[in-house]
């Protein structure tokens, strides 16, 4: 069954802090993995997507990290902000079924000052 | 527009009523898709639109639940006699996706439609 499963399902850290969230999958064929920001009330909005062959990618305060052997993904927050505060979902696409994305429940991360 | 967007942003109907929920794609978007967010859950897909091909509604969950896209823009999902359980955001997102093609093209969300059934 495809699955994404994220952890932890909810965080709290201080402002200026890092932190890193991960992300485990089970989908196949694998195309690629997207994680997505989604601030209260809004659609989630896209951070960074990585294909099978990419390890890490960047996008300013965010790294993303894919271990397509272990069927892993992180993301890593560098000094965290209070705006960083959102729920981050990950999501995996299915190769070859365009309409197919399974999405992970995400992570709620709360940055306190 | 230059987003998606939804509307309305949030509804609130009586168990039993009929609910329609509207979506505008980004201009030349032919991908166009329907999702599902419980309280405390993931997104579940609901309905894809690709073009003029015929839309994947392998995740509508019952016969209560359709979908049109007309002239290949805008979309409307509709709820027929509404359940308690049907209460979710419901998010409409577009992309410039190819049918069967190699490149993955970014996908665009709207905020949502939260629709209550009281």
């Known amino acids: 069954k495809n699955q994404v499963e994220q952890s932890p399902q909810s965080l709290i850290i201080l402002e200026g802090k890092n932190c890193t969230l991960q992300c485990n999958y089970t989908v196949s064929p694998f195309s690629n993995l997207r994680w997505y920001k989604q601030d209260t009330g809004r659609g989630p909005v896209s951070l960074t997507i990585?294909?099978?062959?990419?390890n890490t990618k960047s996008n300013g305060r965010y790294t993303a990290t894919l271990d397509a052997d272990t069927k892993q993904s992180s993301l890593h927050i560098t000094a965290s902000q209070l705006s960083d505060s959102a729920s981050y979902i990950c999501v995996v696409s299915n190769r070859g079924s365009q309409g197919n994305l399974i999405f992970g429940k995400g992570t709620k991360l709360s940055v306190k000052p | 527009g230059a987003g998606v967007s939804q509307s309305p942003s949030n509804k609130v109907t009586e168990k039993g009523k009929d609910v329609e929920l509207r979506c505008d794609p980004i201009?030349?978007?032919?991908?166009l898709y329907w999702y599902r967010q419980s309280l405390g859950q993931g997104l579940e897909f609901l309905i894809y639109?690709?073009?003029?091909?015929?839309?994947?509604k392998s995740g509508l969950p019952s016969d209560r639940f359709s979908a049109e896209r007309t002239g290949g823009s805008v979309s409307t999902l509709t709820i027929q006699r509404t359940q308690q359980e049907d209460s979710a955001v419901y998010l409409c997102?577009?992309?410039?996706?190819?049918?069967?093609?190699?490149?993955?093209?970014?996908?665009?969300f709207g905020s949502g439609t939260r629709l209550t059934v009281v």
């Open positions: 201009s030349g978007h032919t991908a």
């Open positions: 639109f690709q073009g003029n091909s015929a839309p994947d």
């Open positions: 990585m294909t099978f062959s990419e």
């Open positions: 997102a577009s992309s410039l996706a190819a049918v069967g093609g190699s490149i993955d093209y970014g996908y665009t």
